[in-house]
């Protein structure tokens, strides 16, 4: 079982920076894929960011590249998300992901395995 805790989220102007944390079980972040979703009200869960723990490599969905940064700290086992330029349209509930997603797959939510509970962020002035 692998357990998944997001913090960070909250309430930020249009054209700020929000960083979001996730920490992971020990021993569980090196043989997975560790993943950012996000779901606004009313669409569907939609890919954000990933990195392959191992091996450091990132992907981004086009909405967030140059904006949206992911990375991951080992001795901690968490991933971060880092924000930018926020827009109204990045407001939704932001999930933290683990699994063994092939590249391909990678930005689909059906390939992880486990969730966080969840932190949702607020874009509006």
């Known amino acids: 079982q692998v357990q998944l805790v997001e913090s960070g989220g909250g309430l930020v102007q249009p054209g700020g920076s929000l960083r979001l944390s996730c920490a992971a079980s020990t021993n569980t972040a090196n043989s997975y894929t560790l993943a950012w979703f996000r779901q606004a009200p009313g669409k569907e869960r939609e890919f954000v960011a990933a990195i392959k723990w191992s091996v450091s490599t990132t992907y981004y969905a086009d909405s967030v590249k140059g904006r949206f940064s992911i990375s991951r700290d080992k001795a901690t086992s968490a991933i971060f998300l880092q924000m930018n330029s926020l827009k109204p349209d990045d407001t939704a509930v932001y999930y933290c992901?683990?699994?063994?997603?092939?590249?391909?797959?990678?930005?689909?939510?059906?390939?992880?395995?486990?969730w966080g509970q969840g932190t949702q962020v607020t874009v509006s002035s």
């Open positions: 992901a683990a699994g063994r997603p092939i590249t391909s797959a990678i930005a689909t939510a059906s390939m992880y395995y486990y």
